[in-house]
């Protein structure tokens, strides 16, 4: 009976913590290290917004799997199918991402949708260093040291 009124305290004490806690919101500018933006006043829009996010992880990933998988259609003599792989109706990253963002936050004050271009452009500034490898075979040609 001991184990019993103890074990019920202790769930009484966490769930009070609990819904203490719960209705803790901040809004507000974002620190300096997100270079801008604010947390919006209403928290299901910062969800959706955080689901937005994900979806823009996702794309970048997806852009440098379509570029990852141009590298080497090249290296066999075939086309690269990259344009395809991003930009296809039915298969595109860039496609399903933006229908994807477009559902989660149809109000969204911010241009989500559009930001698919600024992700694709950011990761495909990463292919000269990925493919980085000198014409001559070299490697480090015109280095400074």
Known sequence: MKKLIGTMAAIAVAF???AAFAGVYVTGPLPSEFTGGSIPTDPDLMKAMGKSSKEGSKLAAGVAKCFSKG?????KGNPSGVDTCIHSTKKG???KYEAKVAGITPDAPCALVGAGQTV???TKTFNANIYCQSPSGAFIDQASF
């Not at 590298?71 to 290296?75: E, F, L």
Request: charged share 5%; net charge positive; aromatic share 0%.
């Open 16 to 18: 009070s913590a609990s």
């Open 71 to 75: 590298a080497k259609n090249v290296s």
């Open 93 to 95: 990253v860039l496609v």
């Open 120 to 122: 694709l452009a950011i």
